[in-house]
């Protein structure tokens, strides 16, 4: 193969709208992750002026790593229609970051250093545990159902990908519901617009005019965002990751669930892009996750990145190789040159985030038309957790808000004004592979292969008695119950299967 095939490109005109839609969606995790980490005490110049720029840094190397990737399959397959991986920096993860290292460490230590340290720490075991999960990767991916896999990324793409934005979308719907309908006629209409621009950028155009001319955009706010724009560069060191090891020791055994979780993630969004058209390599993607993941807190970020669900979404859109590295470079510049606040002064988010509940659209709706109907249920029932999980976090976030927690409160108090958040934390912790494997058990329950549904059901014995899944900590017999539980379900799956051999073979 040569070194270039001048016959792949690597930009087309239709990666325009894939490249608003991408790197919104990362800008948009950027500014969460900015008002977590100074919500919990961390300052703005370790904040803007360390952390971000190792961020942009890492997504930018998985941007490459990708494009190279899709470059790669162009080539072998002679096409200019392969759409790259969508990365960037695992949105669970944010949370559950600074929730749970850096901001005990801060509390406990006072030392906003020490918590940045610890979370570098704890970033870097997640990221070697994702590097040994590609060896395990391809064989757990052959052993899942497609149901099961296509079904739990529906529930995330309805729930963070398509709720969230909607919500935000529609606290200013003269902006977000004008530029959703713009989309929808574009995307799923096939309607063209004045001199073919192309959809998403009509989308933006029109709601940040009206976000202007009605006044919700304010020139002042602007200047004032220019006038405190910094420039600022990662710097690479072994010596923060050693010192944060001590601090972060208590709280490295977290760091193994969420490492099955991204390694779930990414085997999801591998079998997602293979139904979309586009094979790729389960090992090389999981590689490539672990080892950037490795490079961010080598230069000073704490989170680790993923690969994005959503492949179909911006395949659909026209994305192709040029809106993965794009987005790559734009985030690199904003976040070195301190221009993330600024471009929010400039665009209404509003207008863009549109675009995400177009991917969440085109995600749920793959995992129905890419299985047999009769797997319908099993999709359905990997939604389950998602739905637990979107509404465990949007009621602890409204608790935060009020300065106070569930434990607080007490889950018996909660429960009496009938909601069971008890049930939610059990249900939506480690969303995503309870929907695997709930949803794998149904598969083979309907294929009638109830010892593969049993081997399942041991695989939820051994997450849950650690508390991988069902539970908020991980320890050894933490969540005993539950494992009691797919103890039995094993149990009724075998005597089925063995009555079942039984018989034919009296037969």
């Known amino acids: 193969m040569k070194a270039f095939n001048k016959k792949i490109k690597l930009w087309q005109r239709s990666d325009i709208d894939g490249f608003f839609g991408l790197f919104t969606n990362n800008l948009t995790n950027l500014l969460v992750m900015a008002g977590l980490l100074i919500g919990v005490g961390i300052p ?10 190792a961020v942009g840094l890492s997504i930018f190397a998985s941007s490459m790593i990708y494009s190279w990737m899709a470059y790669r ?21 944010m949370f559950l970051i600074v929730y749970l290292i850096m901001g005990p460490v801060f509390r406990e230590t006072g030392d906003p250093y020490i918590a940045w340290f610890a979370g570098l720490a704890w970033g870097m075991i997640e990221g070697m545990i994702e590097l040994l999960g ?25 729930t963070f990908i398509a709720m969230t934005p909607a919500m935000e979308t529609f606290d200013l719907s003269y902006i977000g519901f004008v530029s959703l309908i713009i989309i929808l006629l574009g995307w799923f209409g ?25 006044g919700y955009m304010d020139v002042s706010t602007m200047i004032t965002a220019a006038s405190e724009i910094q420039i600022a560069f990662p710097t690479f060191s072994v010596e923060r990751i050693v010192n944060g090891f001590s601090e972060a020791a208590p709280f490295i055994i977290s760091a193994i669930p969420l490492g099955i979780y991204n390694m779930f993630e990414t085997i999801d969004n591998i079998e997602g892009a293979e139904v979309a058209g586009d094979s790729y390599h389960t090992t090389v993607a999981m590689v490539a996750d672990g080892s950037t993941s490795i490079l961010a807190s080598l230069f000073g970020s704490p989170f680790p990145t993923a690969v994005f669900i959503g492949h179909a979404g911006w395949k659909e859109t026209g994305a192709r190789i040029g809106y993965t590295w794009l987005t790559g470079v734009a985030i690199l510049l904003i976040t070195w040159l301190g221009l993330i606040s600024f471009l929010l002064t400039v665009i209404p988010l509003e207008a863009i985030l549109p675009i995400l509940i177009y991917v969440g659209l085109v995600i749920g709706a793959q995992a129905f038309q890419q299985v047999e109907a009769k797997y319908a249920p099993a999709v359905i029932l990997a939604l389950i957790p998602w739905l637990a999980d979107w509404g465990r976090n949007i009621i602890g976030n409204a608790l935060t808000a009020a300065e106070t927690d569930a434990a607080t409160v ?6 009496e004004a009938g909601l069971e958040f008890s049930g939610l934390v059990a249900l939506g912790s480690g969303a995503i592979v309870i929907g695997l494997i709930w949803s794998s058990i149904l598969v083979f329950i309907i294929d009638q292969k109830f010892n593969f549904a049993a081997i399942v059901a041991i695989v939820g014995i051994i997450l849950s008695f650690f508390g991988v899944i069902h539970y908020e900590t991980v320890g050894f017999g933490v969540g005993y119950e539950m494992a009691i539980s797919y103890t039995i379900v094993s149990l009724i799956l075998l005597s089925i299967y063995f009555k079942n051999k039984k018989r034919v073979m009296e037969e």
């Open 410 to 415: 007490g889950y018996e108090a909660i429960a």
């Open 134 to 158: 590609s060896v395990i990767g391809p064989k757990i991916r052959k052993a899942l159902p497609r149901a099961a896999m296509l079904g739990s990324l529906a529930g995330a793409s309805i």
């Open 190 to 214: 096939k309607v063209t617009f004045p001199f073919r621009l192309p959809v998403g950028l009509v989308a933006i155009i029109i709601g940040t005019g009206i976000g202007w001319i009605t």
């Open 44 to 53: 703005v110049d370790i904040t803007f002026g360390s952390i971000l720029p």
């Open 73 to 93: 399959l162009a080539v072998k397959e002679q096409r200019n229609t392969v759409t790259a991986l969508p990365s960037g920096t695992s949105v669970p993860h």
